[in-house]
């Protein structure tokens, strides 16, 4: 279980902002910060892990004081036990698939993880090859079977499966889940996905310039009040299956990418109604 | 030809070399990654070797290690030791005058690794002196290789610095570049060429090794 309270001052990329964050995660939970660039989201994970160092505050882990800024606590990164997965993926350029996964294991050889990770990852073929060889999705496979052979406590993850595919995608996400399970590990997972985030976290925490914006369970965070605005359909056109729908609401043109379903009904002409709802931080002010 | 100058130079860079190796590499981490306010002035005196004048350090460390008084007489009375006019000071004021030709490609290279090949490595529980052996330095072997040869190199040039500390006495401190000075001054030119002919040639071959090898012009042969 973690419980924190931080505050700490970041210089982004509008000017200084105050980071003040106070949360708590339990300890199977998986958690999903959501929210646009330079919200705060990865100096999270960096406090978190040790990395970067808060200004006041406290973060406890399992009773455990990992940061305290009263008492003068803070914990370093070698003895936090956690994994972290980096956006750069920070794969040892020297070291082989395999040996980058034996370095990340410690004290002793568990050979079976090794070749577990290397199966479900895809990367048994790969094994004797450097990084640089590999494309950037087996890179983030990479990334990620590194830091679960060191059987982590809490796994933070920044943007985990950005580089995969679709069908690579689903499988990691069904193997995270499944060892988040069986190990009883806490994720903090970082990522713009609406689908992923809904397959894997309990709970979105959106955050914008440092602050808690909303949470919410992911059902409910991307459901949001929904409204209903009548349109006029300008027209209908198809498009290597794709069926684009320019409909003229509010004054304005909007050009709609609907599927074959939805769109073969259409005509122009026709008066429709569409359902509105706001992903939070899709909003940008002009 | 007496080979002894020969010798003694690359007995001398090598020496320096090695000890400065071992010397650089912490200070060059602290380099790369503090922001401590004192880093500027650190660099500075690192860094002072290059602009000063090598007469101004021999000069210098003539003073402070005389044995005729001070840290010199001490040295002397106590420990036996007397650092001028003998190889030990040559290469004491070596690892001073050689420092930045080491500290500055080390520094350059591990300031140029992505910091979270370091990061990654602490988070794995790697302490510091893990993550600098097995995951740093693997990474930074042009660095390495470069500060090794331009200080080997540097160390072989030396002759203001020695002149004024260690004079020419021969299988102490007469190294090949003075040797190359006292032929010359005694119109012993046969003795002079080669010498000269023997550093061109070893300084020619070591650069050249080492922008093949940081070229990558081995490399086709190995993989």
Known sequence: ?286 | MDLTPLMLTFQLALVTTAVLLVLALPLAWWLATTRSPLKPIAEALVSMPLVLPPTVLGFYFLVLFSPADGLGLWLDRWLGIRLVFSFGGLVVVSLLYSLPFMVHPLQSGLSHLPASLREAAYVMGKSPLTTLFRVLLPNMKASLLTGIVLCFAHTVGEFGVVLMIGGSIPGQTRVASIAIYEAVEALNYPAAHAYSLILLGTSFLILLAVYLVNGGYFKRFWT
Request: hydrophobic fraction near 45%.
């Open chain 1, 1 to 286: 279980m973690i419980s924190l309270d931080i505050r700490k001052r970041l210089a982004s990329a509008t000017g200084e902002m105050q980071l003040e964050l106070a949360l708590e995660v339990a300890q199977d939970e998986c958690l999903a910060l959501y929210g646009e660039s330079g919200a705060g989201k990865t100096s999270l994970l960096r406090m978190l892990a040790g990395l970067m160092k808060p200004d006041a505050g406290h973060i406890t882990v399992a009773g455990q004081a990992w940061y305290d800024s009263a008492r003068k606590v803070c914990l370093p990164p070698q003895r936090r036990g956690l994994g972290f997965v980096f956006q750069d993926y920070a794969l040892f350029p020297h070291m082989t698939v395999r040996q980058n996964l034996a370095f990340a294991l410690h004290p002793r050889k568990d050979e079976p993880l090794i070749a577990e990770l290397l199966a479900v990852t895809g990367l048994e073929a790969l094994q004797h090859q450097k990084p640089a060889t590999l494309s950037g999705g087996q890179q983030q496979r990479l990334a990620l079977a590194r830091t679960l052979v060191q059987r982590p406590r809490i796994l933070l993850l920044d943007e985990p499966l950005s580089a995969l595919d679709a069908a690579m995608r689903t499988h990691l996400q069904g193997y995270l889940t499944d060892i988040q399970h069986s190990r009883g590990m806490t994720i903090i997972l970082v990522s713009h996905d609406p689908a992923e985030v809904q397959r894997l976290a309990s709970r979105v925490v959106a955050l914008h310039a440092g602050q808690i914006l909303r949470q919410a369970p992911p059902a409910d965070f991307f459901r949001a009040p929904e409204q209903e605005l009548s349109a006029e359909v300008e027209s209908v056109r198809e498009e290597g299956g794709k069926w684009w729908v320019t409909v003229r609401m509010a004054g304005q043109s909007v050009a709609l990418e609907l599927s074959a379903e939805e769109g073969s009904h259409l005509q122009a002409g026709d008066r429709i109604l569409l359902a509105v709802s706001v992903l939070p931080g899709s909003i940008r002010r002009v």
